[in-house]
């Protein structure tokens, strides 16, 4: 008896930005750090991938040396990499097709035969890459910030500053739904992509027998809410090159990218199931033409019509035609007619939804306040971001850091002041002497050089030259701990970033129907008709909603109700609870029990 193969599970594809590995790998997305606001995107190649000629293989050439993919494959993230001794030559030229071509014989050249080509072959395998004297980098993973940093520029880029707290104030969690119109280069939807991030899509398996997908687990605990991206692009070739990074950055079961003038066209999605968005963010020179398409009813789409038949039949007319209905004939029912207006499945129908508008220039949020308003968009707001920097490293001061780079080689206290400026005094002293005696005794050269010899050299000996002196400090440099050394400093920037962008902020509340207004009145206010003696009904859960002063209230009532009609013990039982309460002024002496009543039930007294 053969047994049918177990369905293969297709897992789906991770990314590096939302679960990084905990070192790089081959084919996947790398960043080399090379200064403070300077990034290199590469993608790590194997030592067989096609390497321009190289005989290290595939190399990355910078500003502070050459880096084969071989010395940053299988690195811990955040590590330093030395710059490698790579030839440059014809052999790393564009030109050079690679490895195992042979170039056209020039006059002076001989022939290489096919044995001479494999020991080529072979002795470029065998060479060794030896570490260069001076450059380096640091390899970090792929982030959100590094790659708004790197990243082909195409369009305006939505920076840090500014998508940081845009997917705040849009209320962005993990399982929320974002709908981004103005994709660009595609900065703030790997920001979007990683704030909405709830898990991948969970894993079907392929039944060999039907050829169909079907789900692995049931019970699996990544049926939870999936975080998704929407996002719209008008801009054909944009789009594309915008789709093959999110492809290669394995964020495809994220966002879900669209070639569309939503001005025009909408957010109606092209597939079945509805968007359901609750956070909006759109990038677009005119908003206010997209903002039509965001509102909680949109107009029904009407249905194409029934071609009528050239020549339909004639059926025969049991009746002549000018004959009288018959008395008892059942009339018919009018057609139903579909309602003009349908909620928009754009929007999320049981949430409020955020929106935000990226736009430079200040005629464009005037209009965009006006459409947000006549549209019934409430809590509209206007934010300007400009971000600062702070630098914060050691600084050290002193004589002992002279030569050195990114130091401040001037006196640290008055005793290294006064010490320097002795020997420069000393030596200029000596100088000015020796030149005086020179000239003084001229005539008596020997006598001259005779004391030089014996005297002179020994006061110039008391100073050392400055080129000993600088020696000496890059000597001692490699003994002392220049981390713990200085004083930890913090400067910000000289200069304010300018400006970017107005940020235009709204809420567009919920619809809200006269059904949900009666089922939140039985919830937080109490349905009069529930069984509240059994605990069941709509009543036991409101005993929970009323607050405690509401329960002394309706206390004190049941109790004057059950004691009768009204008089002084009326009026007593008002007193005691009015001073249950703890209310400072004198009760009211009430007359009779439809007061009472009246008070009790308004919570205030008239």
Known sequence: MSTAPPPAASLPRTSPFLTPHPHSTPSSLSILHLRRDQHLPIILQSSSAPSDGYLEGPVTNTRFGSFPHSTLVNQPWGSQIRASEVDTGSRGRKGWEGKGKKRKRGEGDEAVTDEQELGIEEERARKEIKTAASGFVHILPPTPELWTSSLPHRTQVVYTPDYSYILHRLRARPGSVVIEAGAGSGSFTHAAARAVFNGYPRPTTTNTSTQTEEPADLNDPQSAKQGKVYSFEFHEPRCAALKQEIQDH????????????????????????????????????????????????????????????????????????????????????????????????????????????????????????????????????????????????????????????????????????????REVEGRTRWFHEMEARKERDAELAGQVQAEEGNGGVGEKGKYISKRARLASIASAVSTRKLYKEGRLIHRPEPELKMHTSYLVFAVLPREWSEEDEREAQAVYIGDAGGDKGNGKGVGARTEKAVSKRQRRKEAKRKKLEEGGGGGDGIGDEVSGANGAMGREEEPEQIQDGASVERMDEGGFRE
């Open 250 to 421: 394995g964020l495809s079961s994220i966002v879900e990218l669209t070639h569309r003038d939503v001005c025009s066209e909408g957010f109606l999605p092209d597939t079945d199931p509805p968007i359901h968005a609750d956070a909006i963010f759109l990038d677009l020179p005119a908003p206010w033409l997209a903002l039509k398409h965001l509102t909680r009813r949109i107009r029904r789409k009407p249905s194409p019509l029934p071609t009528p038949p050239q020549n339909p039949p004639q059926p025969p007319s049991p009746r002549p035609p000018d004959a009288n209905p018959p008395p008892n004939a059942p009339s018919q029912p009018p057609p139903a007619i579909p309602p003009e207006t349908t909620p928009n499945p754009a929007l999320h129908p049981a949430l409020a939804v955020h929106v935000c508008t990226f736009s430079p220039c200040i005629e464009q949020v005037t209009r965009t306040i006006s459409t947000l308003r006549s549209l019934g968009w409430l809590d509209i707001s206007m934010v300007e971001l400009s971000a600062k920097k702070i630098e914060v490293r050691r600084e050290r001061v002193g004589l002992q850091e002279e030569g050195l780079r990114g130091v401040n080689a001037s006196p640290a206290n008055v005793n290294e002041a006064v010490e320097r400026l």
